[in-house]
């Protein structure tokens, strides 16, 4: 017997759905929609479990990840129930439920508490510096260690336990078999979906938005790695300092384009975009942009006079750590890919 | 370029000569009323006159119509003019409206033409046979339809080259070039609305490739194949003229669809294409006819029954909305959508399409009124001021409406619905004079 929780929807609404209700399963959205097959039928399943309130059903279904929000479900919806919003709702609500902290949760929920979040980061920031004397050396000596044990920390002790939440979700606890073979084999679909991102390739809108997001993933992670690994702001060599310039300039130009479909409202996909959505997309931009101010003021020796600006810097850098990423839509990076990665090894 | 102004009298306007404004008439002319009926086609009785069965009991649409054409024509008491259109109504007293007709000319005297075709055959030009939907041609010198009231030719002066075969042949020299538009200021006391509807123009979902994919055809078009005055004899797809083995109805083609602007229901595409489907499994025994639908809405009497017997007579139905076509290399059609019983979508092959357009209003009533705004309702169908006590009232007193122009109906309705609006209209007339 399946549970329903009759207050779901309401709930759902939280997460920046719209009126589902108004569906009456004509079955069109699914029929429009590239990525959906006989295997995988969808948006329509997903709208009547959150009609019906079937959470179970939903928690343990891959689907929504598996679409890519071209919109053309939503467009072409005779109910005009906007399943392509659904969809995207879905998503942030697995975000929440996969965490086993429970703060993504709180996050999605209440803007004020991803604000008052937003300051307490950038107070910690402001006492380390204090403490540290603002003495810009030792600030960015040790900005750059914290780096590196938050990526370590974020990973090991929420991401990770996320990723098996997931896998118990969606594998083992609908007791689906699986030889173990299958996890080694389906392994290089996961780094392919990682790195690539190439299934949205099957939606019908463009190829432009995979080849933009192909790249914004390029650039994130080659700053990441220019930063961290070659750490950028102390290295000398030419190579790596032009590498860096390249990564984020690719960053805050992409990013400016996404910001502006989401004010321009004009594609289905950019329409509603909720705050979680914003604070992505800015900090992104924010990061990429103040990464590239900073390197500048050091290669034109300003920075000395301009401490400020590398405090800026850092104090997205923390916020982005840890806020967006362990609780905020960076993890989609993740439970896309794994999705992808778990639908091939069940099949 | 106008002619004189001409006047005349009427107790009622009947605007619209289709079977709901062909019935309302007959009911106010026995009544003794002086009646005129302003059609805008070339002959009266409206859609009906055109379709093939009626559900639920497949009677002969066109021996339904064609009797009671015959007898509004000649009745004594009602006047039709054909080919013309209201310019607009306003109120003149108390009592009585004026309405001003412009009656476009047909470039044939009635009275004169013997229906012998002579014209149609010298007439060198062809163009789309609009009674047929576009199937077949016609020529430019015409008779409208077979059975149109009254059969008499017309010159379609927009296609026409003016070579005057027509003229030369024509036996009782009826065929006159000199005829103008003629503008009458006609005096009534009351005014039916009988405007009916308009079918939707599947143009507007291009999804569906109408006018794109050559086998995609309007269920009116399938109506005119299966009708008694069909133009080919049997049933065949456009695009080759083969007979088709596999035919698709797609229901709700435009019709509770915000999409395209109709939320509603257009009430009457279920059943019809169940009686097409029953008609092609007649037509074409060995053919396999589905129906894609989001829910069957078989409501009125007879209904469900005609439903199980198109079911018991092998039409496949199948639940869930046709999302997009496609076309294939030799013609054939891939339907997608999602097969809401088992939750997966699918494509399937066809050789013929038909889209079961919905019913959309006919919004020319409203131009109608200068003082007294018509009212229309939230989907532009004419408003019924009480819809329950006097149902065929209007938001202005001593104007009435029938049929398809208060919101879609069959056929059954629409002549209930002209009764109730000439007995409104009837002690109307009754209390005032």
């Known amino acids: 017997m399946a549970a329903i929780n009759p207050e779901f ?14 569906c009456y399963n004509c079955g069109n959205c699914t029929a429009v929609c590239s990525l959906s097959t006989e295997e995988d039928s969808f948006p329509r399943e997903m709208v009547r479990f959150s009609v019906l309130g079937l959470e ?5 279904s891959l689907k929504p990840w598996l679409c890519y929000y071209c919109g053309e479900c939503s467009t072409h919806c005779p109910q005009e129930a906007n399943p392509g919003e659904l969809m995207m709702s879905l998503r942030r609500w697995l975000t929440t439920e996969y965490d086993w902290t429970k703060l993504s949760g709180l996050l999605y929920r209440s803007l004020p508490l991803t604000i008052i979040g937003f300051i307490i980061a950038a107070i910690g920031v402001l006492i380390f510096s204090a403490l540290e004397k603002f003495n810009l050396q030792s600030i960015m000596h040790k900005g750059h260690i914290f780096e590196i044990i938050a990526i370590a920390a974020v990973f090991g002790f929420i991401l990770l336990p996320n990723i098996i939440r997931m896998w118990w979700l969606i594998i083992l606890k609908p007791k689906i078999k699986v030889p173990v073979i299958k996890y080694l084999t389906g392994f290089g679909d996961l780094i392919v979906h990682m790195f690539t991102q190439k299934r949205s390739l099957g939606c019908d809108d463009n190829q432009l938005r995979w080849f933009e997001h192909f790249i914004i993933v390029i650039g994130y992670l080659g700053l990441l790695f220019t930063t961290v690994f070659l750490d950028w702001f102390s290295n000398d060599s030419l190579f790596v300092i032009v590498l860096g310039y390249a990564m984020s300039i690719i960053i805050f130009i992409v990013t400016i384009d996404f910001m502006s479909d989401r004010i321009k409202k004009q594609k289905e996909m950019s329409k509603f975009s909720q705050p979680s959505d914003w604070m992505f997309v800015v900090w992104l931009f924010l990061m990429g942009l103040t990464a590239f101010i900073v390197r500048l003021f050091i290669d034109t020796g300003l920075i000395e006079k301009n401490i400020w600006l590398y405090l800026f810097h850092l ?3 923390v916020q982005w750590a840890l806020i967006i990423v362990p609780f905020g839509k960076w993890t ?8 992808m990665y778990f639908a091939k090894i069940k099949s | 370029m106008h002619g004189k102004i001409m006047n005349a009298s009427f107790d009622a306007l009947v605007i619209g000569g289709g079977i709901a404004g062909g019935e309302a008439a007959l009911n106010l002319a026995n009544n003794g009323f002086k009646v005129l009926i302003v059609e805008k086609d070339l002959s009266i009785g409206g859609k009906m006159i055109l379709l093939s069965k009626v559900f639920p009991t497949l009677d002969c649409s066109a021996c339904i119509t064609t009797p009671k054409v015959s007898e509004i024509s000649r009745h004594p008491g009602i006047t039709i003019f054909t080919g013309s259109e209201v310019k607009s109504i306003s109120r003149k007293s108390e009592t009585s409206f004026e309405a001003v007709v412009i009656k476009t000319p047909r470039y044939v005297i009635g009275e004169d033409c013997t229906g012998c075709q002579l014209c149609e055959q010298a007439c060198p030009v062809l163009v789309h046979d609009q009674f047929q939907y576009n199937l077949v041609g016609r020529k430019a010198a015409y008779i409208p339809f077979s059975i149109a009231s009254p059969r008499v030719a017309a010159i379609d002066i927009e296609n ?8 030369k042949v024509c036996p009782t020299k009826c065929i006159d070039f000199t005829q103008e538009e003629e503008e009458y200021c006609i005096d009534v006391k009351t005014v039916i609305i009988a405007t009916g509807f308009n079918l939707f123009d599947p143009l507007k979902i291009p999804r569906y490739g109408y ?4 086998n995609i055809i309007t269920s009116m078009q399938m109506e005119r194949q299966l009708a008694p005055t069909r133009p080919f004899n049997t049933i065949l797809r456009p695009g080759d003229g083969k007979v088709p083995d596999r035919i698709a109805y797609v229901l709700c083609t435009g019709s509770r669809d915000m999409t395209v602007g109709n939320p509603i229901c257009s009430q009457i595409c279920c059943m019809y294409s169940i009686k097409q489907a029953q008609l092609l499994m007649g037509a074409l025994p060995m053919a396999d006819v589905t129906i894609y639908y989001i829910n069957i809405r078989s409501f009125g009497k007879g ?7 198109a079911k018991g007579m092998g039409v496949n139905f199948v639940k869930g909305k046709i999302g997009k076509i496609t076309e294939n290399e030799n013609g054939n059609l891939n339907l997608r959508y999602e097969d809401i019983n088992e939750n997966v979508v699918r494509e399937s092959e066809h050789d013929l399409v038909v889209l079961s357009v919905g019913v959309l209003p006919n919004t020319d009533s409203k131009a109608l009124f200068h003082d007294g705004d018509l009212k229309l309702d939230p989907f532009s169908f004419v408003d019924q001021a009480d819809p329950l006590a006097s149902p065929s009232k209007t938001s202005i007193d001593g104007v009435f409406v029938a049929g398809t122009a208060t919101g879609p109906m069959d056929i059954p309705d629409s002549i209930l619905s002209a009764g109730a609006s000439s007995a409104e209209a009837i002690s109307y007339l009754n209390r005032r004079l």
């Open chain 1, 9 to 22: 929807g309401k709930e759902l609404k939280n997460y920046g759905a719209f009126d589902f209700n108004a």
């Open chain 1, 315 to 317: 104090t997205i850098l």
């Open chain 1, 332 to 339: 989609h990076f993740l439970y896309r890919s794994f999705a």
């Open chain 2, 303 to 309: 209904f469900e029954e005609f439903y199980d017997q």
């Open chain 2, 211 to 214: 006018g794109t994919y050559k």
């Open chain 2, 160 to 167: 026409c080259t003016l070579c005057g075969a027509c003229e």
């Open chain 1, 56 to 60: 179970d059903d939903i928690r343990s």
